[in-house]
Nanobody
Framework: QRQLVESGGGLVQPGGSLRLSCAVS????????MRWYRQAPGEQRELVAG???????TYVDSVKGRFTIARDDAKNMVYLQMNNLQVDDTAVYFC??????????WGRGTQVTVSS
């Protein structure tokens, strides 16, 4: 029916960079809003970045200027470039595709750990 598969997580030092990827299948990708969420253990899931079907990007204040979301409709891919990573960025990052409440799909997540 649909599949979202994240990749690119790992261990990085503060100030380092990672690029997360999400491969999407089973939906008409180009009409969905794509989002990246993150969740640390015991904490609420947080919307980090989103990009609309038209390419308009939004970010939570804590990552503005450091993270960039992008989509490639030809490849059914969405990316999150994360620069100047900080310890507080440590979380599981989830890819989400949404077009209303009945069309809302999630990946399984990829771990990002920032530690010196």
């Amino acid at each position: 029916q649909r599949q979202l598969v994240e990749s690119g997580g790992g261990l990085v030092q503060p100030g380092g960079s990672l690029r997360l990827s999400c491969a999407v299948s089973g939906i008409v990708f180009s009409i969905y809003s794509m989002r990246w969420y993150r969740q640390a253990p015991g904490e609420q899931r947080e919307l980090v970045a989103g990009i609309s079907s038209s390419g308009t990007a939004t970010y939570v204040d804590s990552v503005k200027g450091r993270f960039t979301i992008a989509r490639d409709d030809a490849k059914n891919m969405v990316y999150l470039q994360m620069n100047n990573l900080q310890v507080d960025d440590t979380a599981v990052y989830f890819c989400n595709a949404r077009m209303g409440p009945e069309y809302n799909y999630w990946g399984r997540g990829t771990q990002v750990t920032v530690s010196s």
